[in-house]
């Protein structure tokens, strides 16, 4: 098999010796790419995860924590006493799993099998990238504690970090820090994104219930219409972000699906609408105040409509910050691996959302982003996206095979520098 990643280049021993095996990394990550799993339903990509870390020769893997998760544990040439604790000195590496239920539109060979599912995020990659380093990890043991491995299934809208960690996740692996990355088709391969402190935005759950008065649509006077209290709450819900949040502040407000009404029935006053949307934020207190707010204002307007509205706001998952200490070690990680030049340290911070962030919340630990996005010369002048280019969630999507041996370098590298050896 060529290998995509030729073009690539890193420094150091493990990006060296993991690249050697880069074919077979390749051949893994397409494998799970055929058979895509949705959330706690990964059997078979937990399955190929445990039989490629016995493979690798792991020192304990264990299987249905969060309930189709794996946990690996490599144990490293030296014993090493965690900081003021007579426990062992552990860091922690993670990946996710799932799928998406979303229908594929390539045509290679590894594309999906199953109709309306896909890997449509990379956690493919991110799978294999764990797995390759557990590879380096095992063979080299070149660090002074015990390395844990968290291969953690539906990330994507099912909370599985939050189950994994319900499940005693930290309790039976009491780590010191936790890390994890995802690709990112804006960056080109080669580079590497953090920052110090955001990194995704907390994603939050918004149900709007407005109860009005149905009627015939030509007598309108004898109703009290929800579709008209709606479309003034979708205007005004915008007034919070521009009126009420700081101007330095970040804050989203989507409400993204109504429903009210038989689109059958076009004379007839329905007696409900109901919204569905989200909210976007990085900071607890403007979560609190953009909670309050939106309450109180949907209140209002359908009161002074002759309405009423309910309003549950869900809190799904927090935001993705990254603590000081593990941004510092996990940059210099990454400056060594690609050259300053190629580490982006203030990475602008997504308003998406990462699951990852209820392990930040028990662990101090880091997120970071792996580019993967080619260019490619249009033929005049310019450039066109390539490989790896196609954004998340886009059903055209691929993860760049190329950046492989890089994430799973990065990976053993943090685990290395996190427990050096005396």
Known sequence: MEDPGARLRASGRAFAQIAQFHPELTAFRRDLH?????????????????????LCGVDEVHTGMGKTGVVAVIKGQQPSAASGANAQAMVALRADMDALPMTEHNDFGWKSSKPGLMHGCGHDGHTTMLVGAARYLAETRNFAGNAVLVFQPAEEGRGGADAMIKDGLFERFPVQAIYAMHNWPAMRPGTIGINPGPMMAAADRVTIEITGKGGHGAHAYLTVDPVLVAAHIITAAQSIVSRNVKAMDNAVISLCAMQAGDLGAMSVVPGNATLVGTVRTFR???????????????????????ATATVTYERI???TINSPAEYTLATAVAEQLVGAENVVRNLEPS????DFSFMLKVKPGAYLRLGQGEQVPDGQGGSQGGTGSHFLHNSCYDFNDAILPLGSALFAGIVERSLPLA
């Open 34 to 54: 055929a058979h895509p799993e949705l959330g706690f339903e990964e059997v078979y990509t937990s399955s190929r995860v445990v039989h490629a870390l016995k």
């Open 317 to 319: 998952y927090p935001a």
């Open 284 to 306: 607890p207190e403007v979560q609190e105040l953009v909670e309050q707010r939106l309450t109180a204002l949907c209140t209002a307007v359908a009161q002074g409509f002759g």
């Open 351 to 354: 308003m998406g959302s990462e």
